[in-house]
Every structure is written in C-alpha cells, then in structure tokens.
C-alpha cells in the first residue's frame, strides 16, 4: 500500500479505504471494487453530509441510471483512491449542502420565469442564465458549508483544487485565450472568478459582474430566489456586451466586404468611418460599463493613465485590435495546453450542473455493498510485531450483525456462511442444528442455577446495639434492654454483558465445534432467562473476501440478547461452520472498543472458546502469542472480567500447547469438560455470582 497524501482525510481513514491497483509482491491485479471498503466508505461520507447538513441525506454510489439533480440524495463515485478521496468528501458535502440548501423548483421553472421577465423564451438564453445561476448558487451554498462547518473546509479546499485551481486553469487564465466577448469567454472567466489568478480586465463588464456578485457578502444571499436575482443581473450585464460584440462583428464583416483590395478605400471617408466606429464603441464601453469599469485602476494592473487609456481604447476589440496589443502581455497557450484547458472546462461545467462523472457500481458489487452496508461491516488496520522483528500489516473486517440477506445469498462470499454461493450445506446445518437444541437444554439447567441473581437475597441481624429500631423489641426497653436495634443486609448483582467469541477456524471441525456451538448455545439460553444479563456472541475465521491472493482475518457477531430472540441465535448458528485460519489476537485488538462500548456501565465479561495457537497468513509463532496475551491484557485493563476455555480433550494435546494456552490467558484459562453443565455453571458462578452488599 502506498503512502497516503491526503492529510485530510489520512488520520481517520487509515490505509483500508486505498488499496493499490497491483499488489507489489506478487504483481497481481488485485480486485478494485473491495465492497467492504466502499461500504465503509460511503458510510464515512454519508456521516459527513448528516453532520453537516443536520438531515438524513441518502448517499448512494453511482450506478445506471441515477440521477444527480434530483434534490433528494448525493450520489458518489465508486472508485477509491488517496488522491481522489478528499476531493469526493468535498463534491458530497456539496452535493448534500444543495439537497438541503436549494430550491430545485427554482431551476425547473427557470424557463417559464426567463419568458415572464423578457417577454419571449428563448432556450440558448435560458441556458447561460441557468449556468450563471449555477455558479452563484454554488458560491452561496459553499460559504454557507464553511461557515457553519469550518472543520470540513479541507476537504472543500481539496474540492477546489480539484476543478478550479489547477495548473491548466491557472495558465488558463493569464493567457491571451477567453479574452473576446463571447458567451465561452464570460463563462470561464465567471466560473474562476474565485480562483486568485482571475483576470478582472480580461472581458468588459467582468468588475461590474466582480461587484454585483460580491463574494465577500455572499452569505447575504438566503435562498435560491435570492441567487436567481442576481443571476439575472449578471446576464443583463453579459447580454449587454455580447449584443454589442455581435454589431461590432457585423460592422465588421460589412466593413470587410467594402475594403476589398488597397489604395483608396484605406483612405478618406472608409478610413474616417472606421475611426468613428472605434470612438463610439469606446463610448458606448464607458456607458454600459459604468462605476465597475472606472474602478479598474484600482487594482494596480496598467502602469499610467496612457496605458489605461490604450487598454480600454481596444478593450471592446477583444477578438481584433485588443488581441495584437495585449498579446504582448499574455502568454499563448499550445495546442495541447488548448486542449487541456477545454478539457478542463468541460469538468467545470459538469460541475456546475451537478453531473461530475463517477465510476460506476455493477449490479454484483451494489449487492455485496449494500449487504456489508447493512451489517454496518467495518475494516481496522492493525499493525503486529513478527518474529523477527519485522512490521507486518493486516486488515480485520469486523461485521456487527449478521443480516438475512447474508444467510440466503452469501453476497460477500463469506466461507463461513454455508448457504448462498456455496449451497446448502445440509450435513454441517443438521448437526449445528442437534448442538443447538442440546445447548437449550443445558441453558435451561444452566439458567437456573443463574437465576439467583434475579431474586432478592436479604440477611436481617437483630437483637443490635445500634442500627433500625425493631418494633417487635420495644416492649423490652423496659426491661433495660438496650438490644432492641436490627440491620437488613440485601445482596444485590450488578446488571451483567457477556461477549462470547468462538474460534471458528477449520481446526475447529468436528466435535470441537460442535461442544463450542452447544456451550454458546447454553449461555445464550440461560442469559434470555435472566434480568440484567446480556449475551453476544461472535466467531472468527480468515477469509478471502475478494482481496486477490490476500487473506483476510474476520469476525461476525452472531448474536446480540439486546436486540436479537434466541429464535435468531438459532437461525444463524445453524449456516455457520468453521472455515479459514485462526486470527485470534487480531479480531480481539479489532473489538476492543465495541468491547468497551458493550459494558455501558455494567459488569462486563469476555469469554473465549479456542482449540489452538493463533495463526493466518503473515501472523503467527510467539510474536502472535504474545500479540494475543497483550489483547487479554487489554481487555482486563479495560474492565473485562476475561475466561478462556481450552475445547477439546485435554489428554490429547501436548504440554507445550496448552502452556502456550495458558501464557497468552494465564490464571483466566480453563480446561473444562464443555459437555458438563455442572463444569460450566460452576466456572460461570464463580465470575457471575458475586453479590455486593448494600
């Protein structure tokens, strides 16, 4: 993976949004399209657009037939990059500020005003004042963005850069080229008007336009409405100059037809004609023109006042006379600059009507994302120490929630799952199925013998000194005797969340899985039966999930007590088998915080159920042990309450397994008989039933 650039978007993001094209070790291509990661991505952005704009925006990735100014969602690309992410925070920002900010009735009557204001419609006119409207609409959502959400404006300065202040537009516009009044000129210099390197005497009319849109106040523009206003206004000072460029072209052309040839006709009355037409059109630019155009001494661009009077004496002959003066001054693009700067215009304008070409999504990817969208699946990037010494990288995808749509069609090719692409696996699901009714059985012994913490345990100590008075010895007081106090003692538990996570390596086959899947299945039982005791449950495995020749650690969550029946424990435990290698300490680093999150002020306890070292792809031997004892660390600094059972025969495994075992959970490891109720209550009690006096 290579290095990210954006600072933006690199110190939450991390490396998992961008994965290269080719895997430099083994110079394979890899799969582009990693739903997970464009799942995470686009649930990223979309927490982005629903702080911003305070609403619910949807975002969706772009696919056929979507469209993007329709005013109800933001639609994003699909392709993932570091040099393009920032930028398509920043376009979705965009986007979501329109759907809350603008009123897109307002563009659909466009035309219907347009004839209303000047008494005719007439479609090519239409458009420019729709692009002009465009343009201060923009401008007037993006202060608005920033403003209210200045932490965002990086990605809104990445934005920018992208389509606005490139090295192409830059030279764009200190060169001779958009220098004649036409309506191409006006729109290139109106849409880069932001961009420092603007030209204010480039055109005429562009410091009467520099005024009447006024960015420094653009936030006094509260509405669409507002914008289309000035929009208007805009146009009329367009419209004057490019009405006058067309007469002066006609003259031009007229003029052209009747000097054919030399000698006379560049003397006399054609000569003073021309000399007429040239001081009316420097009149006529002072008039339409106005106080904008007087102030252009203000910037400090012509040298004196002769140099002035020069500029707008040939200001108006933008496509003539101005062109040999100024092109002095200004620098003539290339060709291939031409065609770069035409290329770069045509973004803009795609921009600007909201139509940003985006990559698209096939139907098979928008199903798997959509899927890994659902079960809010996530990928942490984690680093481990090897052996070695080396650094080695890996990627956890961590899925919160099984979903339906997972168990029936498998659209993430999930080798745990054992429906969907893989078919129906009837063998494995029948005998998950008999582990999971054994399970219930012991779960209804088990949460008996748990109930206890949902009855009221109170000790009464009478006869005291001191303490409550009891009234049934007051009679004695008498007497003399001064022991007529009691105290009542209640023994209380504290509300209790259990994470329970099953090794569901391929190592696992067998009657190790099926004594993990019936122990679950007892807890989860037990726990339902109980007040105050949450349960979820979760495997892990590696995978491929569609990363080329990269394997990939993963954990699912099964089951959750706080949402799910113990109908839908069944459900799922039933297609699930183990599958790939054993990640151990990887999925445990990649939980820690929802580990964390799931105590919410309550006793929380881990429990592990494994059969044997941890191991996948580039993570394994003592530097993998040592990774998962400082996990289990972790978790006991964090407040977890941690057991770990050894699942399997005892007898049948080395000493230097289970010391291994015992080094990575130390005094928390247990060597238990899974299929003895009587072992598992007595293991449980010793952590779930102790009291606290009040």
Not at 394 to 404: G, S
Not at 504 to 528: E, F, L, P, Y
Request: charged fraction near 30%.
């Amino acid at each position: 993976m290579r290095k990210l650039v954006n600072q933006k978007s690199s110190f939450w993001a991390g490396e998992s949004f961008f994965d290269d094209e080719v895997d430099v070790i083994t110079g394979q291509k890899r799969d582009s399209n990693d739903v997970v990661a464009l799942a995470a991505y686009r649930n990223s952005i979309a927490n982005f657009v629903r702080i911003v704009t305070q609403q619910n925006v949807p975002v969706k990735f772009q696919s056929a037939g979507d469209s993007y100014t329709d005013g109800k969602s933001v639609v994003i690309s699909a392709k993932l990059s570091d040099k393009d992410f920032d930028h398509a925070v920043g376009l979705a920002l965009h986007e979501g500020s329109h759907v809350v900010k603008s009123n897109f009735d307002v563009v659909r009557d466009l035309s219907l005003t347009y004839q209303n204001k000047y008494g005719v419609y007439d479609r090519k006119e239409c458009g420019i004042v729709k692009d002009i409207l465009n343009i201060v609409e923009d401008r007037r959502i993006d202060k608005w963005v920033m403003s209210t959400a200045p932490g965002y404006q990086g990605y809104y300065h990445a934005l920018y850069a992208k389509y606005f202040n490139t090295s192409i537009i830059n030279k764009g516009l200190a060169s001779s080229e958009y220098r004649d009044e036409t309506w191409e000129s006006y729109f290139f210099r109106i849409c880069n008007i932001t961009n420092p390197n603007r030209d204010l005497d480039a055109l005429k009319g562009l410091r009467a336009i520099w005024s009447e849109l006024d960015l420094r106040t653009i936030d006094r523009l509260k509405s669409t409405e507002d914008a289309l206003d000035v929009a208007f206004n805009i146009y009329d000072i367009v419209r004057s100059y490019l009405d006058v460029a067309e007469k002066e072209q006609e003259k031009e052309d007229e003029s052209g037809q009747g000097q054919e040839g030399e000698g006379e006709s560049q003397d006399g009355e054609g000569q003073e004609g021309d000399d007429q037409f040239r001081s009316g059109n420097n009149k006529d630019a002072g008039t339409g023109d106005g106080e904008g155009e007087a102030g252009g001494d203000d910037d400090g661009e012509t040298a004196d006042g002769s140099e002035a009077e020069s500029g707008n004496e040939g200001g108006m002959n933008a496509g003539s006379g101005n062109e040999s003066e100024a092109g002095s001054d200004q620098p003539e693009l290339s060709d291939r600059q031409k065609q770069m700067l035409e290329n770069a215009i045509k973004k803009q304008k795609q921009f600007q009507d909201g139509e940003t070409r985006k990559k698209k999504v096939s139907k098979k990817d928008a199903s798997a994302i959509k899927a890994a969208q659902e079960a809010n699946a996530e990928i942490v990037d984690l680093e481990t120490k090897g052996d070695w010494g080396q650094i080695n990288k890996h990627r956890v995808m961590v899925l919160p929630k099984v979903t339906n749509e997972m168990l029936e069609n498998n659209p993430l090719h999930i080798g745990m799952i054992t429906q969907g692409k893989y078919g129906r696996e009837s063998h494995s699901a029948e005998t998950n199925l008999k582990s999971i009714a054994k399970g219930f059985i012991m779960g209804q012994r088990l949460g008996k013998k748990l109930k206890a913490r949902n009855e009221d345990q109170s000790l009464k100590y009478n006869r005291l000194r001191s303490g409550s008075i009891d009234k049934r010895r007051i009679s004695n007081l008498g007497y003399g005797t001064g022991t007529v106090f009691q105290k009542i003692e209640t023994m209380l538990y504290d509300d209790a969340a259990i994470h329970i996570s099953i090794d569901a390596s391929s190592s696992m086959r067998g009657q190790n899985w099926d004594q993990s899947v019936t122990m679950a299945s007892a807890i989860a039982k037990a726990a339902s039966m109980i007040e105050g005791l949450d349960v979820v449950i979760s495997v892990r495995a590696s995978d491929w999930l569609g990363a080329a020749d990269k394997e990939r650690p993963i954990l699912m969550v099964t089951y959750d007590s706080s949402k799910d029946n113990i109908a839908r424990f069944r459900k799922v435990m039933t297609q699930i088998r183990p599958s790939g290698c054993t990640p151990e300490g990887l999925c445990f680093e990649a939980i820690q915080k929802h580990l964390v999150a799931m105590k919410k002020g309550k006793e929380g306890y881990f429990l592990n159920l494994s059969d044997g070292m941890p191991g996948a792809n580039n993570y394994g031997g003592q530097a993998a042990r040592q990774h998962t004892r400082d996990q289990v660390k972790m978790m006991r600094k964090s407040g977890l309450h941690v057991l770990s059972y050894f699942v399997s025969d005892y007898n049948y495994h080395s000493e230097s397994t289970v010391e291994a075992f015992k080094f990575m959970y130390g005094a928390d490891a247990r060597f238990v008989d899974v299929e003895s109720v009587a072992d598992i209550a007595n293991t449980m009690n010793a952590k779930f039933l102790m009291p606290k006096a009040c």
